[in-house]
């Protein structure tokens, strides 16, 4: 059939026939329908949606999709993308949804402070004692981000990040990484930037050196680049 009608054979097949193809389309969501179902949700919520409750909610795109072109939209960023698009002297009937979005700051000196901190406690922090595995690492990690008041989701979002906190910095773990571990953890981080700004990787039990250097001098010629962060930290 693709010899004689070229490509979606089908399709023209239907046509010739006299019917209406039924051709899957690809059209992507308008930016105008994302933003009022985003603004929708959270007036109907009374609180700025979460990913999970806009997944629960059937809206659409889903979070993958949020962050193609032509939006480009990292669900971390959905509150900015709304106040730009929700003009107060356009979208009247928005103006509780921005006031739920706290102010914007002028500067990124806040952003990097946060940042700053949250790696400061990090590295200041000791496991209790060697674990037998990752896991026990990553839960004794949680708990003592969390006596810091910091907000922690675990196994996270569509990419299943080991750690996120307060929404922004995506955390993931290795306990005594090989050469396949590392190779596997970049791929791990590389799906991670395509919805965090910021990816910290906390390697635990490192049985080579010169592995982890390696490891770091990839990550920062291929992943460290642009407004992407990407920390490696040894424990």
Known sequence: MVSLYGPSPYSKLQAECGDTPNKLEMARTPLDDIM????NLALELGHLPTEPE???????????????????????KM??????WADPSHRNEYHAVLALIPNKIPTTSRATD??????????????????????????ELRKFLESRRYQLNEEYGETN???????????????EPQLSDYDRLFGQIA????????????IFDV??????????KLVDVHLNVGNFTVEILKK
Do not use: M
């Open 36 to 39: 009022r179902q985003y603004g």
């Open 54 to 76: 806009w997944r629960h909610k059937g809206c659409r795109p889903a979070r993958a999709g949020l962050r193609k072109p032509p939006h480009n939209i990292l669900w971390s």
């Open 79 to 84: 509150p900015e993308r709304f106040r730009e």
């Open 114 to 139: 946060q940042l700053n901190r949250l790696l400061g406690d990090i590295r200041s922090w000791s496991p209790a004692r060697r674990r037998n595995s990752e896991g026990e690492y990553k839960i």
């Open 161 to 175: 990040t080991d750690l996120v906190v307060d929404g922004r910095y995506a955390i993931e773990t290795k306990k």
């Open 191 to 202: 799906r991670h930037l395509q919805d965090y700004a910021v990816v910290i990787a906390v």
């Open 207 to 216: 049985p080579s050196e010169d592995r982890l250097s390696n490891f770091r």
